[in-house]
């Protein structure tokens, strides 16, 4: 086990882990409660919520808690590869639980098999250690308590979104009465809908556990990985792969609501739906490790998206069955995280216009019009509903809208939302060379060259010697570091290598990079941006400062938590993670770091 808690100590900020199965997801703290899960999806309501209801701490209501008596210290770790988490309780006298924390995910009758409930399993390691277990879901966000019927060997909680049951080889009258008992052997929970177990409780855990562990190594094991970092690669990798809703193929940016962006902020905001920004990064960082099952996954999803909008107007985000209406709402009961409320349920920016959303459809779907590894690749047809996509970004590729970072009051023609329009004409002209259609090429080509000249004319400033944030703007911003990611431009362009200079002198605080310096709605971030952190290390490779970004990547490494997860954001004088948890663009940029940086191969085999 790779890390440790001492005795009385807090388990405070964002020391969780996550285990899931593309259904839903659970976060899991250092002393192996659950403090975070949505059933029966991820933008469900919370069945376990005192993740966002923890002025003191996390609470026992909205938890599923094992204590151990006599606490001393915890460790905890994945096991390699895979999405299975083991944690280690030891008390005063040396005895020690284990406990085994996993979502099913395997495949059965040739088909997925991805229940919507998470297992745990107990086992005594040293000793006779008296545990406790506190089973307590909530519903309608955490102000309703359940009525709880029993069973053989089973708790039934009837809350209000539908039943849910716990089965258990536990001693059902002691996790009923939350009473403290002598593990004597191992001990198994499912919980999830309100279903019968087919199998002996023991048995079909044991099994359950056996057929993950093999998913979760098959599929780690077919990973094209970087030589050096591979094991912070595999962990985000498969946390990247963990916050897809399989089912329909939705990607949500974090597994949380209102974990905020710093302390008191209130930029507090709901991130469990998916944005076809930070899911195509997603699927470029996977695809780039040859995991292209995800890509498939997610572009059935945005083939609905592109076919029903006609050619017009897209959101930037949508739920992960399709949902358009994401209206922002507060729980006024929920103290917040530590207490820093609110607690927000949906996002205003569903009613954005957020005009890069247009390239991220071209960009997300480039590949499969070349990958001739697909079940399905992309034809003529698919070309045709993405041109009526390169036509909303020639329509608005140089009109306000409120950008990537989705200012709620302000409206500029933003640098970064102009090059993704113009990445949506220049991957329309690519794809139509592979398509045999010169004429369209030609068309798509001359459009993506009028956007680019705008972009060079207007987002260029003399005073700043920098790309700025907008058109004939003054503010620097570190989205245009994207510019030489999509091929806009050359890295060693002198203009580039100034901005970079620029955003350093002014958004960096060490290895640390903030989004912008204008003041927003809020007022001036305090926080870094991680994902703007690694934005910077690859704009350095590319320049050629190679040395300066591996040492500022080597340091990003080491403010992940103790089992290699980031959220959104950092706090630079602590080091303490900020914002929505684990957060997907955080985990992307390990991931392009790590394949940007790594020595070759062929350097050691």
């Not at 019009?369 to 390169?390: I, N, Q, S, T």
Request: hydrophobic content about 40%.
């Amino acid at each position: 086990m790779i890390s440790s808690i001492p005795p009385n100590a807090a388990t405070a900020g964002l020391d969780l882990a996550l285990i899931g199965n593309c259904a839903i997801s659970a976060l899991i703290d250092r002393r192996a409660t659950v403090v975070w899960c949505c059933m029966p999806r991820f933008d469900g309501e919370p069945v376990f919520h005192s993740l966002i209801d923890s002025r003191d701490g996390p609470a026992p209501d909205g938890s599923f808690a094992v204590e151990l008596e006599n606490f001393a210290r915890s460790e905890q770790a994945y096991d390699p590869g895979t999405a299975v988490l083991r944690t280690r309780l030891f008390d005063t006298a040396g005895e020690c639980i284990e406990i085994t924390d996993f979502a099913p995910r395997f495949f059965l009758r040739e088909r997925p098999f991805r229940p919507a409930q998470f297992v745990r399993r107990v086992r005594p390691l040293v000793g006779h250690p008296r545990v406790r277990f506190t089973v307590r879901p909530r519903g309608d966000w955490g102000s309703a308590k359940p009525a709880v019927a029993r069973g053989s060997n089973h708790l039934r909680f009837e809350i209000p979104s539908g039943n849910l049951r716990l089965t258990t080889s536990a001693p059902l009258t002691y996790v009923h009465a939350e009473t403290c008992f002598s593990l004597q052997g191992p001990v198994s929970f499912f919980f999830g809908p309100d279903e019968t177990l087919s199998g002996g409780i023991e048995e079909t855990a044991r099994d359950f556990e056996e057929q993950t562990l093999l998913y979760w190594r098959h599929w780690t094991r077919r990973l094209a990985l970087p030589l050096q970092w591979q094991d912070a690669v595999i962990r985000s990798a498969i946390t990247l792969k963990l916050c897809q809703f399989e089912e329909t193929g939705a990607i949500v940016a974090a597994m949380t609501t209102s974990i905020p962006e710093a302390p008191h902020s209130q930029r507090n905001w709901d991130y469990r739906y998916c944005w076809l920004r930070d899911a195509f990064f997603v699927v470029r960082a996977l695809n780039s490790l040859s995991e292209v099952g995800t890509m498939e996954d997610y572009l059935r999803w945005l083939n609905d998206i592109v076919r029903s909008s006609g050619g017009g107007h897209v959101q930037p985000l949508y739920g992960v069955a399709l949902e358009r209406d994401l209206t922002e709402s507060v729980v006024p009961h929920l103290s917040g995280y530590r207490g820093m409320g609110p607690v927000r349920v949906g996002n205003q920016a569903f009613e954005h216009f957020q005009h890069d959303v247009y390239g991220n459809i071209v960009l997300g779907a480039a590949q499969a019009f070349h990958d001739h590894r697909l079940f399905r690749r992309a034809d003529a047809r698919d070309f045709v509903a993405l041109e009526g996509m390169g036509e909303q970004a020639w329509r608005f590729h140089d009109q306000p809208d409120a950008g990537m970072w989705e200012l709620r009051t302000r409206a500029r023609v933003h640098t970064s939302s102009s090059l993704m329009c113009w990445a949506a004409c220049d991957r329309l002209a690519k794809i139509a060379g592979v398509l045999g259609r010169p004429d369209r090429g030609e068309y798509w080509r001359e459009r993506a060259d009028v956007i680019r000249a705008k972009i060079l004319e207007h987002s260029w400033s003399e005073k700043r010697q920098a790309f700025v944030e907008s058109f004939d703007g003054k503010d620097l911003d570190a989205g245009v570091l994207l510019m030489a990611e999509v091929g806009f431009i050359d890295p060693r362009d002198s203009r580039f290598v100034k901005t970079v200079e620029a955003l350093e002198a002014n958004l960096c605080d060490g290895p640390f990079m903030r989004r912008y310096e204008a003041p927003d709605d809020f007022g001036k971030p305090e926080t870094a941006f991680n994902v703007c952190s690694f934005w910077r290390i690859d704009a350095l490779a590319r320049i050629g400062r190679t040395q300066q970004a591996r040492e500022i990547f080597e340091s990003l490494l080491a403010h992940r938590n103790h089992v290699g997860l980031l959220s959104e954001d950092l706090a630079p004088t602590s080091g303490e993670l900020w914002g929505n948890f684990p957060q997907t663009y955080s985990m992307v940029g390990v991931i392009n770091g790590a394949v940007r940086l790594s020595a070759p191969w062929d350097v050691m085999v």
